[in-house]
């Protein structure tokens, strides 16, 4: 995969969070339960924050953007050559 301008792609895809949570089945119009594994959420303590492109955790005090949210519901690659390759590649594709 050839990417020309990788910043302005990128760029471009981190305002979809809101739809790729929804599409996950999540609720992005209010608090949600954060999607890190490892915290047992049971009273919904996350939402998007950055105008949709951040979501934040007020339980764990942890958030990110797009491409954590994909890592963390899909286990998708998060950083170097398979990142580019897969992750970014199947976002830019959806």
Request: glycine share 10%.
């Amino acid at each position: 995969m050839h990417v020309k301008d990788f910043d302005s792609i990128v760029e471009q895809l981190k305002p979809y969070l809101p739809d790729y949570l929804e599409e996950k089945g999540i609720d992005t119009g209010k608090h949600f339960l954060c999607i890190f594994p490892d915290h047992n959420d049971t009273i919904p303590s996350c939402n998007l924050v950055g105008g949709g492109t951040r979501f934040y955790c007020h339980g764990c005090g942890r958030g990110g953007d797009l491409f954590d949210a994909v890592q963390i519901l899909e286990d998708k690659p998060k950083l170097g050559l398979e990142w580019v390759e897969d992750t970014l590649k199947y976002l830019a594709e959806k």
